[in-house]
């Protein structure tokens, strides 16, 4: 059974989700990836503006009229889409780098698709689709989700796969369990109001999936902007935006969304990224641990790439990896590791839940101190956000370069650097940002900490 996906790990990501193993094993979904060869020059400011608003007033406008001649919602969307090729991806792609500092404060791109006010729940809108006739058959198969999908407890937010979806698993490909399917389907449901203005300036979305493993909120999605347009969870490309129904919004995607694994299944995923943090990491007995979901409520991985570790003095690393430096190596990553605590770009789960707790993380400025699995050593994260642009640091010096490592058990933010603890110096805390490092001050900051590290 061949599968492919697509998962670029570039500078430039803002997300990265890879589907879960053990769905991966009863549903195949095979990706394809254009041959775009350079990144396109970027606009200004000015441009971004205007071309946002031209493409969305176009589509807005163009599936009004379509569906005042009585055509379906999502039919009349998906036509345009094919009529008109990839327009809205290719301005996404071309403008993306700079629309979220101004679609954030930007009122006017809130409605498109149909301004007459719908008369069908999202769930009628999918059942009564051409397009969408295996979604709404798998969705059918579940008299509780239909109830939801029918119901007006929330504004609900679709990301709705259309039947070519389905058509990229192989014929020979073993139906997925029912406990799995039912899986599947919820994370194509927010429980949340994300019209497409919406998505633009977010990077995270909760679901309807819930999973102990994850922390007290909802497993998350990613939403991406790139060389594919606007995706979901890198790989699925949103292909119809903005269509309403009285109790929310649905969006047309090209392939289905597959629960993430965990945290460390990620990292043995992705060897040219992590090949020594896992070397590290099974070295020092601390792989197993990560990957036993029962001894964490969630958590955030710093997780430094094979570059960050390049970036080390070649004595560092060569102690570090020696029979000699095995336990510094340990309080080393551990510190890199918070347990119990979910920290995403754009939304934040506690250790434990809090009656009325909002997890999103405000606009502007947010700090949080993180504990890490060293003892009383803890992170200082800094997360600046500016409408779709996010920028994380870490003890005001490690720049988190890719953001949002969707994971079924917290999330991976990779960094720039790796981190190294602070040290004491007349009673006040030192940081280190990157001067010279030598084996002996490395050891001068791990060694009180080597004794108090347990697995």
């Given at each position: 059974?061949?599968?492919?996906?697509?998962?670029?790990?570039?500078?430039?990501?803002?997300?990265?989700?890879?589907?879960?193993?053990?769905?991966?094993?009863?549903?195949?979904?095979?990706?394809?990836?254009?041959?775009?060869?350079?990144?396109?020059?970027?606009?200004?400011?000015?441009?971004?503006?205007?071309?946002?608003?031209?493409?969305?007033?176009?589509?807005?406008?163009?599936?009004?009229?379509?569906?005042?001649?009585?055509?379906?919602?999502?039919?009349?969307?998906?036509?345009?889409?094919?009529?008109?090729?990839?327009?809205?991806?290719?301005?996404?792609?071309?403008?993306?780098?700079?629309?979220?500092?101004?679609?954030?404060?930007?009122?006017?791109?809130?409605?498109?698709?149909?301004?007459?006010?719908?008369?069908?729940?999202?769930?009628?809108?999918?059942?009564?689709?051409?397009?969408?006739?295996?979604?709404?058959?798998?969705?059918?198969?579940?008299?509780?989700?239909?109830?939801?999908?029918?119901g007006t407890l929330a504004d609900y937010t679709v990301f709705?796969?259309?039947?070519?979806?389905?058509?990229?698993?192989?014929?020979?490909?073993?139906?997925?369990?029912?406990?799995?399917?039912?899986?599947?389907?919820?994370?194509?449901?927010?429980?949340?109001?994300?019209?497409?203005?919406?998505?633009?300036?977010?990077?995270?979305?909760?679901?309807?999936?819930?999973?102990?493993?994850?922390?007290?909120?909802?497993?998350?999605?990613?939403?991406?902007?790139?060389?594919?347009?606007?995706?979901?969870?890198?790989?699925?490309?949103?292909?119809?935006?903005?269509?309403?129904?009285?109790?929310?919004?649905?969006?047309?995607?090209?392939?289905?969304?597959?629960?993430?694994?965990?945290?460390?299944?990620?990292?043995?995923?992705?060897?040219?990224?992590?090949?020594?943090?896992?070397?590290?990491?099974?070295?020092?007995?601390?792989?197993?641990?990560?990957?036993?979901?029962?001894?964490?409520?969630?958590?955030?991985?710093?997780?430094?790439?094979?570059?960050?570790?390049?970036?080390?003095?070649?004595?560092?690393?060569?102690?570090?990896?020696?029979?000699?430096?095995?336990?510094?190596?340990?309080?080393?990553?551990?510190?890199?590791?918070?347990?119990?605590?979910?920290?995403?770009?754009?939304?934040?789960?506690?250790?434990?839940?809090?009656?009325?707790?909002?997890?999103?993380?405000?606009?502007?400025?947010?700090?949080?101190?993180?504990?890490?699995?060293?003892?009383?050593?803890?992170?200082?994260?800094?997360?600046?956000?500016?409408?779709?642009?996010?920028?994380?640091?870490?003890?005001?010096?490690?720049?988190?370069?890719?953001?949002?490592?969707?994971?079924a058990d917290g999330v991976i933010q990779v960094v720039s650097?790796?981190?190294?603890?602070?040290?004491?110096?007349?009673?006040?805390?030192?940081?280190?940002?990157?001067?010279?490092?030598?084996?002996?001050?490395?050891?001068?900051?791990?060694?009180?900490?080597?004794?108090?590290?347990?697995?």
């Amino acid at each position: 059974m061949k599968i492919t996906y697509i998962l670029p790990l570039a500078a430039l990501s803002s997300a990265f989700v890879l589907p879960d193993e053990q769905v991966i094993s009863q549903i195949a979904i095979e990706s394809h990836r254009s041959a775009d060869s350079a990144f396109e020059k970027l606009p200004s400011k000015a441009q971004v503006v205007k071309e946002f608003e031209n493409t969305f007033d176009t589509v807005g406008k163009t599936v009004e009229k379509t569906v005042k001649c009585s055509k379906h919602a999502i039919d009349a969307a998906i036509d345009f889409a094919a009529e008109t090729g990839n327009d809205v991806s290719k301005q996404v792609q071309q403008t993306g780098f700079d629309a979220g500092s101004w679609l954030d404060s930007n009122t006017n791109l809130g409605h498109h698709g149909s301004h007459d006010k719908p008369n069908q729940t999202v769930y009628e809108l999918i059942a009564s689709s051409k397009y969408t006739t295996k979604l709404a058959a798998a969705i059918n198969e579940f008299p509780d989700l239909v109830t939801l999908l029918n119901g007006t407890l929330a504004d609900y937010t679709v990301f709705a796969p259309v039947d070519s979806a389905f058509e990229k698993i192989p014929e020979h490909a073993p139906k997925p369990s029912k406990e799995t399917l039912e899986k599947i389907l919820l994370y194509h449901v927010s429980p949340e109001y994300y019209p497409a203005a919406k998505v633009l300036v977010t990077h995270t979305v909760p679901t309807a999936l819930t999973v102990d493993t994850v922390g007290i909120g909802p497993q998350r999605l990613s939403t991406n902007i790139g060389l594919k347009g606007l995706t979901v969870n890198y790989y699925s490309r949103i292909i119809a935006i903005n269509i309403f129904g009285t109790n929310g919004v649905i969006h047309g995607i090209d392939s289905l969304l597959v629960p993430p694994p965990n945290v460390a299944d990620i990292i043995s995923f992705l060897p040219a990224e992590f090949s020594t943090l896992e070397l590290g990491l099974t070295k020092t007995g601390l792989f197993a641990p990560l990957n036993d979901t029962s001894n964490h409520y969630g958590g955030t991985v710093f997780a430094p790439s094979n570059f960050a570790f390049q970036k080390l003095p070649t004595k560092v690393t060569a102690f570090l990896f020696s029979s000699y430096g095995t336990e510094y190596l340990k309080a080393l990553l551990r510190y890199h590791i918070v347990a119990n605590q979910t920290l995403y770009s754009d939304a934040y789960y506690a250790a434990e839940s809090v009656d009325d707790a909002d997890d999103k993380i405000p606009k502007g400025i947010f700090h949080i101190d993180l504990p890490t699995l060293l003892e009383e050593k803890s992170l200082a994260v800094d997360v600046a956000r500016y409408g779709r642009l996010i920028e994380i640091k870490v003890n005001a010096f490690a720049r988190v370069d890719i953001q949002d490592g969707i994971a079924a058990d917290g999330v991976i933010q990779v960094v720039s650097d790796v981190l190294i603890p602070p040290k004491r110096i007349d009673r006040m805390v030192q940081h280190w940002q990157g001067e010279e490092l030598t084996v002996e001050d490395l050891k001068e900051r791990l060694e009180p900490l080597i004794e108090k590290v347990e697995l």
